[in-house]
């Protein structure tokens, strides 16, 4: 919710250096609150910035007192405690603390690290199976094998190996493209040294052992277009017809035909062919093995003999080639690809470990031990066993200022009724451990407030603009507009404010698809006991549906053909293509000035807000303390 930017001096952030506490002294208290120079600072400074003429300190006083006021009258009328503020300011605090919550140095390194990565080419075979216990203890058995010699890679690749892709070719996969596969493969790739084997790793989407062929400098990304003729899918003659028609094609090529024009009419690539072949930069294991064999291997501008993949029969032109792109040129990018792996939580949670230790935050391993035996006793996690774990006096986890009872976690325990006694213990502790970490982060953001000038200046600004806003909408804006009785009583008061140019014609006028119908509206309207017109228009189209359309209409001469034909005396507009044929002026008088509120709607409530906001103040100024440190601002004062 943006609501807290309506205020003119709550609006886009800035950061000022903070005052040590014995150099923020309080330049006013305000129903009993002390305001410090800091806070008024870091408000002053960014108004001025965003006033095509700035406001001196000393009107800029006046408003921020009356700002204080306002928030003041807010908070006793408790909008502080209500759901909505709640949830809004701490999801708000939330998102700023995000930064204080992480640790920049991991993600830095992580970020190094995944440049370095790049930096090299690596080639490697692998053996996958399915994520379950009993197949990561038999891909380390197999690997054990391979390594004692007892058998080859290639051989268990073929047998076991569940990546259909790679399996025929003895587990060869081809090289590993930085930041496409899951980090864990990339990085056990990266990390093993060529001919040696990893161990088992875990990608998410099952276990590998993977195998370095080589690793040799990144030879960076070229850039290329290609003409297909398609095989896959087809039958042997026709795979022998795509053959003749490529060959044919090479030819037209060496004969000095364009290279986009032949790829436009002839090839089988979609994608690439709408585009003269072009298929863009790409660097080594984007593309098939033979594809990117041949694409890398040509110079720039050359063509290629026919050649066959998997996908039919190519001819490529290399257009071009770069290497590894610059450190800081793609150093956003790498930061970006962190959301897609487990590395975006990893700087988290190094920030939280930290934290924990400030904190002495830990989980009880004599309450964990407690809850246990409760469930032993009980023969699995059914609701006994959940009870008695609930009832245990002993907090589950603690930290400096707080800790953490098992009935406060236990909601959160994923562990299914009837799990074994392993399972639920271990969702024990892993709810434990995220509540522990859950509550220190609440402390921590708590306590940024007190040491990080910035976010105090910020989560202020955010909390006193909603509440600002709330309170000025139930006592000023939406008032003015709800408020019928009031804004005709101020209109009435104020009538000489308001007056036009040239007389207005003033009606509503009735549309129809015919006269009848018209004449029927307008002997129902008659009868119609409602003044007030939105609620004459309302018991119209209650009547009449949509046969009728209405609108309330106040135009000067020369602003609408319509009106200026009902009451000016204009011609009558030419007919127009929709189905309101007919129309008609009801109650339409000229009017030299406007006679309600109604008339100059927009400028009486405007008007009409400015003279509540004015009471309110006065009221505010009667109702609450405000004591300015007169010496104080003084000082301040002389800094601008």
Do not use: C
């Not at 609006?11 to 150099?23: I, N, S, T």
């Not at 960076?220 to 490529?246: C, F, K, M, N, W």
């Not at 006793?377 to 907090?395: N, R």
């Not at 006694?421 to 953001?445: G, H």
């Amino acid at each position: 919710m943006k609501k807290h930017l309506l205020a003119a001096f709550i609006a886009a952030a800035a950061v000022l250096p903070a005052l040590a506490k014995d150099a923020d002294p309080v330049l006013m208290t305000v129903d009993g609150h002390d305001v410090r120079v800091s806070e008024f600072e870091y408000l002053y400074n960014k108004n001025k910035s965003q006033q095509l003429q700035p406001q001196t300190i000393d009107e800029y006083l006046q408003m921020f007192i009356e700002y204080k006021l306002k928030v003041a009258d807010a908070e006793h009328a408790g909008l502080q405690d209500t759901p909505e503020f709640v949830s809004e300011y701490n999801k708000y605090r939330a998102e700023l603390a995000a930064p204080y919550m992480r640790d920049t140095a991991v993600e830095d390194s992580l970020v190094r690290a995944a440049y370095e990565h790049r930096k090299y080419d690596v080639l490697v075979s692998h053996i996958m199976l399915e994520r379950t216990p009993a197949n990561k203890a038999l891909l380390d058995s197999i690997r054990t094998a391979i390594v004692a010699g007892n058998t080859t890679f290639e051989a268990e690749a073929r047998k076991n190996s569940i990546d259909r892709g790679s399996s025929a070719r003895g587990g060869l996969m081809g090289m590993v493209i930085p930041d496409r596969f899951p980090y864990a493969f990339e990085d056990a790739a990266y990390n093993t040294a060529p001919g040696e084997i990893s161990p088992v790793t875990d990608s998410g989407m099952g276990y590998h052992i993977i195998r370095v062929e080589k690793k040799t400098p990144a030879e960076g990304e070229v850039e290329a277009s290609h003409i297909l003729r398609l095989t896959q899918g087809r039958t042997p003659g026709q795979a022998e017809d795509a053959r003749r028609v490529i060959d044919s094609i090479y030819t037209l090529v060496k004969g000095g035909a364009d290279f986009a024009d032949l790829a436009r009419r002839y090839s089988e690539d979609p994608g690439s062919a709408r585009m003269g072949g072009a298929l863009g930069w790409f660097s080594r294991g984007t593309m098939v093995h033979e594809f990117d064999s041949v694409s890398f291997a040509l110079p720039d501008g050359a063509i290629s003999e026919p050649f066959a993949t998997n996908f039919g029969y190519h001819i490529v032109k290399r257009t071009g080639h770069r290497g590894v792109p610059a450190f800081e040129d793609v150093a956003g990018e790498i930061r970006g690809n962190f959301s897609r792996d487990e590395r975006a939580d990893l700087p988290r949670r190094a920030r939280i470990a930290r934290y924990l230790q400030e904190y002495k935050g830990a989980v009880s391993t004599d309450a964990v031990a407690k809850a246990r035996k409760a469930i032993e006793a009980a023969g699995s996690f059914d609701s006994v066993a959940i009870a008695e774990v609930s009832a245990i006096s002993t907090p589950v986890a603690t930290y400096s200022g707080g800790k953490i009872s098992f009935a406060d976690i236990m909601p959160a325990v994923l562990a299914p009724v009837g799990s074994d006694v392993a399972t639920a213990v271990d969702a024990i502790e892993l709810a434990a451990r995220a509540a522990l970490e859950d509550a220190v982060s609440l402390a921590v953001r708590d306590n940024l407030q007190k040491t990080e000038p910035d976010y105090r200046n910020l989560v202020n600004e955010y909390h006193d603009g909603i509440l600002l806003y709330e309170i000025s909408n139930r006592n000023v804006w939406e008032r003015a507009s709800k408020d019928r009785e009031g804004l005709e009583a101020y209109f009435k008061a104020n009538a000489a404010k308001y007056s036009w140019e040239q007389p207005k014609f003033k009606s509503y006028i009735f549309f129809a698809e015919n006269d009848s119908l018209l004449d029927k509206a307008v002997v129902y309207a008659d009868s119609v006991d409602v003044a007030e017109p939105t609620a004459f228009v309302q018991a119209m189209r209650t009547r009449f549906g949509r046969d009728i359309k209405i609108e309330r209409v106040i135009a000067a001469k020369g602003e609408n053909a319509i009106t200026d034909f009902l009451g000016f005396d204009g011609p009558r507009p030419e007919e127009n293509k929709s189905r309101w044929k007919a129309y008609r002026a009801y109650k339409g008088r000229i009017l030299d000035a406007p006679e309600e509120a109604a008339d100059v709607r927009g400028a009486a409530v405007t008007d009409y807000q400015n003279e509540l906001d004015r009471k309110w103040v006065a009221k505010l100024h009667k109702k609450y303390k405000v004591k300015v440190n007169k010496k104080v601002f003084k000082e301040l004062k002389a800094k601008y």
